[in-house]
């Protein structure tokens, strides 16, 4: 194994950069519980979930082109019998395995060579240790992800229309409703993306009350490629303005998880309870919240260019309609009722029909095969 390009070291020694999470914890290992290999816009995106701050170091190999993770003082709680989990983008598989100096390894199998161009080490909040790898060189064919779900079938989008019925959600100065713009935005939306090719369904297409548990449990049973959940919001001060979308937050994910139980997720022959079922839906929880991340990711552009928006556009929340372990899933406020310029916006259908056309282009964005032809 020859190291071609050391590429990172975090701090001076071989292990540095993290401070201990804490010092009653310091001695105890950090569990991996989990990894998880993405598309990103880079190319690709490893995440390590972790049970609590660890020092890590990269590098990378050649022939063949690996990129290698090491995690000092922790110990691999990954699921047993296996040695290796499906990779994305130009990243083959990822392999992993306990060192005996108390390291645990995971390496990453290349397509092409690569460079780190992203590292995010987490914080207390959130152990994970993130890295984005982009080819240098040119990846032969699109390769294919493997999904946890079939590919090349017709894509399943689930549009929620927020409130309805007895629940009125927000009122804007002038009367309008919020409940009512947001069916009028996904009546459109089904429109929009059915004129696209895909499937849509909708948990209201008139003016009732669906309970929240209900949305979700629907999304799940039509077996969503993805929630898109509209509403509109309000302020006290009236000043506030524009959309923003939420992704679900590490505390969310946490309710999800404890919620996980009902949800009646199939995972094969793992039994329904137990520690190996709590990391595989860990695994499902992260690569979902990801999915859902990079939705939003590419949601944000498209909105900008029909509707004005609100500062740190991309927000994270413990909203219900959220929750699903394995529905990506985003909840988009396309305004404030409370201010004068967005209610006469979002009351006006031809602005709302161009937010529809905007989410319908990020849609198509999002399930586009990955460009990955990087130049040389
Ligand atoms: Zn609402």
């Known amino acids: 194994m020859t190291t071609t390009r050391r590429s990172l070291l975090f701090g001076a020694g071989a292990f540095a950069g993290l401070a201990a999470a804490n010092s009653a914890w310091a001695d105890a290992p950090a569990l991996v519980h989990g990894v998880v290999v993405s598309p990103a816009s880079a190319g690709a995106r490893v995440t390590l979930a972790l049970s609590q701050q660890a020092q890590a170091r990269t590098f990378f190999l050649s022939a063949p082109d690996r990129f290698v993770i090491d995690i000092a003082q922790s110990r691999l709680a990954l699921p047993p019998g296996a040695s290796e989990g499906p ?6 598989r990822y392999r992993y395995a306990q060192q005996a100096d108390g390291v645990s390894r995971v390496v990453l199998d290349l397509m092409v060579p690569a460079r780190l161009v992203r590292q995010d080490l987490g914080g207390r909040r959130a152990p994970e240790l993130s890295f984005d790898l982009a080819p240098t060189a040119p990846v032969a064919a699109a390769p294919v992800r493997q999904e946890f779900r079939p590919s090349g079938r017709q894509r399943t989008i689930v549009v929620d229309a927020g409130h309805g019925g007895r629940d009125p959600g927000a009122i804007g100065a002038t009367g ?31 003016d009732t009350f669906v309970p929240l548990e209900d949305r979700v449990r629907f999304a799940r049973s039509h077996n969503a490629d993805l929630f898109i959940s509209i509403h509109a919001d309000s302020h006290a001060n009236p000043e506030a303005q524009g959309a923003s979308v939420y992704t679900l937050s590490e505390r969310g994910a946490d309710r999800a998880q404890n919620m996980a139980q009902n949800w009646n997720i199939d995972f094969g022959d793992t039994p329904r309870q137990g520690v190996t079922r709590d990391i595989l839906l860990d695994l499902y929880q992260r690569e979902t919240t990801n999915r859902s991340s990079q939705f939003a990711q590419t949601l944000i552009p498209c909105l900008s260019q029909v509707s004005p928006l609100l500062r740190n556009t991309h927000r994270n929340a413990g909203f219900f309609v959220l929750l699903a372990p394995d529905v990506p899933a985003v909840l988009i406020e396309t305004g404030f009722l409370s201010n004068v ?6 009351s006006d259908p031809r602005a709302r029909q161009a937010m529809a056309e905007a989410m319908a282009q990020a849609v198509e964005a999002y399930f586009a095969p990955p460009q990955l032809q990087a130049s040389a």
């Open 87 to 92: 990779g994305a983008g130009f990243v083959q």
């Open 176 to 206: 309008t409703r919020e409940k009512d713009v947001v069916l009028d935005a996904a009546l459109q939306l089904r429109r929009a993306l059915e004129s696209r090719g895909y499937r849509v369904a909708l948990t209201r297409n008139d």
């Open 341 to 346: 310029t967005d209610e006469r916006r979002l």
